[in-house]
């Protein structure tokens, strides 16, 4: 397995089409995203910027005020139901799914089951959530298994704690929900909830009156550790607790069904023992499938590591470091201190900018503006080897600055109420919706996660941090730029990131230790930025210094390989000035001719900025509806907003299919390659756009057939 670009992403909030958006909206009123919005072609175009595994959460069936009791799910009580979806986290019924998420209520799991196999198709794993802490107060399953006994079915509420309960109770004393519901009253025509032993709540409140900010529409779930216990807290786990063999028999159950993973929330809060007891009979079935568990005590990760998790979050370190140096609280040198102090462990650390616990990027509570984080997600993704995550909305730069109910206005995307977030509302099916700078935004995005899932130098390679020979100076700001090498095999990376809103011009310097380390040898290189395709001629030198500049919140990602000859850089010279939008469109139309007519990349072009002309040679002449379908190809595969990326390759290391003919005889040995998303690659050194959209409309204004030459010529526009 390569390098992991997870995505995560609520379903009930993902295209959903209905733009209604009352505060604290009912399912009728505010639609909700379904399974279904996971179409193939969507899919598709997710993991075409760069994912490799998504994460669906909230998908296990979990407390609503959505009435489902026409279709034998059992109602629930709202007084015991945040916001009017209800949270992900407090799960009814850990065998079925949630019906808001079907189109047809009825065959809920059949439509689970068939997106998972639509991910698979598209070349992207699934991961699901796994909520092994606590469970809905109304916990109660409909779904289970012929012959499975439900959670706190056989418990004994007289006591506090016993090892064989599923469940804690508070002694023989109702709920009291009086702090709750003035926190958060809740109008019903329903009798008062009532719970009688009160059971203890899921955030450890072993009170029968919890607070509004306790997890209070939850109970924990007993996994033999006596909380109660007058000496001090004692562990209980011989022989072994039921709840271990129900919880265990869950994931099986999961795992049956052809996921790849689990997301296991709040895995501290449940002890490593059972982790180890869980993950190992897991794994002796399906030992492809990963754990990844939200870990925030670091004094614990290898406690958790040794049970079995393959990733833990890296909150509590790198995204609070990483959080503070996009706000100008911390110094980029800071970073170095993070990741070195999970030397032993960093392929087990989970990066992440975003997710459903924390403020958006974009949102006045954290930035306010998501460009400011560009240079993070380079670090992030492309650091280390270790996974990065990405939340829905974060690649557009979604803000969380709506009120959408329960959780008020404060930077996060509620989990709890039916929305629609502006930016998800058709993102991977129509993006014309998006703002320029949101697409822009994407396409960043895109070449980031690109580059951290396709290059071995991320994805297996060597670390090389620069940052220590880099101290301030005026030419590094050590508070504002971070820089650092990977290398596999002869195949190197040298990335630099700014942190500041003005350009800078920094001069970075490599040091002879990196050069032992990484046995990089002394030589002139060339290297192309992946993301703009600037060359740049380098003498690799021990302690030497580069100069480069790098506009704001934004980075350098050259790559060179260290295989190429001495000789001086003559990469087939190229002085014409291209308009970029005609120049990439010319490439779009080669390979969608070579794709229609089995013919090869144009002659005779003539690409401008008003008119361009360009011909083939045919077998036949092309009819109208031929003309016409080229004209609407192109205008869709430019709405397809295909990421335009380079690479610089040797000509030994050509991919399949791509012709060096029109290269002149005394070309270099390096090629620059030219890729347009997976459509097409060609060797081409001109200015092209940062993706197909940018192109703009293609106008196709006639064509020529010369029989005798069997030369077709098109003449078209592009209209910005």
């Not at 209905?18 to 009728?28: E, I, P, Q, W, Y």
């Not at 924990?220 to 011989?238: A, E």
């Not at 002796?284 to 833990?312: H, K, M, T, W």
């Not at 007519?597 to 360009?614: N, T, W, Y």
């Amino acid at each position: 397995m390569g390098k992991i670009i997870l995505y995560q992403v609520l379903p009930r909030l993902f295209d959903n089409h209905n733009t209604t958006r009352a505060v604290s909206g009912t399912l009728a009123e505010n639609g909700c995203g379904k399974f279904s919005s996971f179409s193939a072609d969507v899919l598709d175009r997710i993991h075409r910027m760069g994912f490799t595994h998504i994460w669906y959460t909230g998908v296990i069936r979990h407390a609503t005020v959505t009435d489902y009791s026409p279709f034998g799910i059992p109602r629930q009580h709202p007084e015991i139901v945040k916001g009017k979806a209800g949270s992900p986290y407090a799960i009814t019924d850990y065998y079925d799914v949630d019906p808001d998420l079907a189109d047809d209520p009825d065959k809920r799991m059949e439509e689970w089951k068939a997106l998972i196999e639509r991910t698979h198709q598209a070349g992207m794993r699934v991961i699901m959530d796994f909520v092994p802490n606590h469970v809905a107060r109304e916990y109660h399953s409909v779904c289970k298994p012929t012959g499975v006994k439900d959670l706190g079915e056989d418990d004994d509420p007289t006591k506090c704690f016993s090892a064989g309960n599923n469940f804690y109770y508070c002694g023989a004393q109702p709920l009291d929900l009086s702090q709750v519901l003035r926190a958060h009253p809740v109008e019903s025509s329903l009798k008062p909830y009532s719970e009688f032993p009160a059971k203890a709540t899921g955030n450890d409140c072993f009170q029968v009156c919890p607070s509004g900010n306790d997890w209070y529409e939850t109970v924990k779930l007993n996994y033999g550790v006596d909380y109660c216990d007058p000496n001090g807290r004692s562990n209980h786990f011989q022989p072994i607790p039921d709840t271990w063999d129900k919880m265990t028999q869950i994931l099986l159950f999961w795992a049956g069904t052809g996921i790849d993973g689990f997301r296991c929330d709040m895995a501290e809060m449940v002890p490593e023992a059972f982790w180890a007891y869980a993950i190992k009979s897991v794994k002796e079935r399906f030992p492809q499938l990963i754990f990844i568990g939200e870990v925030y005590n670091p004094d614990l990760y290898l406690y958790f590591i040794s049970a079995g998790f393959d990733y833990l979050y890296d909150k509590v370190g790198m995204y609070d470091a990483m959080r503070a140096v996009i706000r100008n609280e911390r110094p980029a040198s800071d970073i170095t201190v993070q990741w070195q102090n999970k030397n032993n462990i960093l392929g087990h650390m989970l990066y992440f900018l975003e997710n459903h616990d924390e403020q958006r990027i974009g949102s006045d509570f954290f930035c306010g503006n998501p460009q400011q984080a560009v240079p993070a997600v380079i670090v992030s993704a492309l650091l280390q080897q270790n996974p990065f995550m990405v939340y829905s909305g974060q690649e557009f730069g979604e803000r969380g600055m709506d009120e959408e109910g329960y959780s008020g206005r404060d930077g996060r995307t509620s989990i709890f109420d039916y929305w629609s977030p502006a930016t998800l509302t058709h993102a991977y099916e129509d993006d014309n919706g998006l703002t320029a700078q949101q697409r822009e935004l994407s396409v960043t995005y895109a070449m980031i996660l690109y580059t951290a899932a396709h290059e071995k130098a991320v994805a297996e390679g060597e670390m090389f941090d620069l940052m220590y020979v880099n101290p301030a100076s005026d030419h590094f700001d050590n508070r504002k730029q971070f820089a650092f090498l990977r290398k596999y095999g002869d195949e190197v990376l040298f990335v630099v990131v700014n942190f500041s809103s003005a350009e800078v011009n920094v001069r970075v310097k490599i040091p002879g230790h990196a050069f032992d380390y990484l046995h990089l040898p002394e030589k002139r290189v060339t290297a192309t930025d992946l993301f703009s395709g600037d060359i740049y001629t380098m003498d690799l030198l021990k302690d030497g210094e580069y100069p480069m500049t790098i506009e704001p919140y934004n980075g350098r990602v050259y790559k060179f390989n260290l295989n190429m000859d001495d000789r001086g850089f003559a990469l087939n010279e190229h002085h014409k000035e291209e308009f970029p939008p005609a120049h990439t469109a010319e490439h779009l139309l080669n390979q969608l001719m070579i794709r229609k007519f089995g013919c090869g990349r144009s002659h005779d072009a003539h690409i401008e900025r008003k008119k361009s002309k360009i011909s083939y040679i045919l077998d036949h002449q092309p009819s109208r509806q031929d003309i016409k379908w080229i004209e609407d190809e192109m205008n869709r595969l430019i709405q397809a907003d295909l990421v335009v990326r380079y690479e610089l390759v040797d000509r030994e290391h050509i991919p399949e299919g791509v012709k060096l003919d029109s290269l002149p005889e005394d070309a270099h040995e390096m090629i620059r390659l030219v890729r347009i998303g997976d459509y097409d690659v060609c060797p081409c050194l001109g200015k092209h756009v940062r993706s197909t959209s940018q192109i703009g409309r293609f106008v196709l204004l006639g064509t020529n057939w010369d029989g005798m030459k069997r030369s077709f010529r098109i003449r078209y526009k592009v209209i910005p």
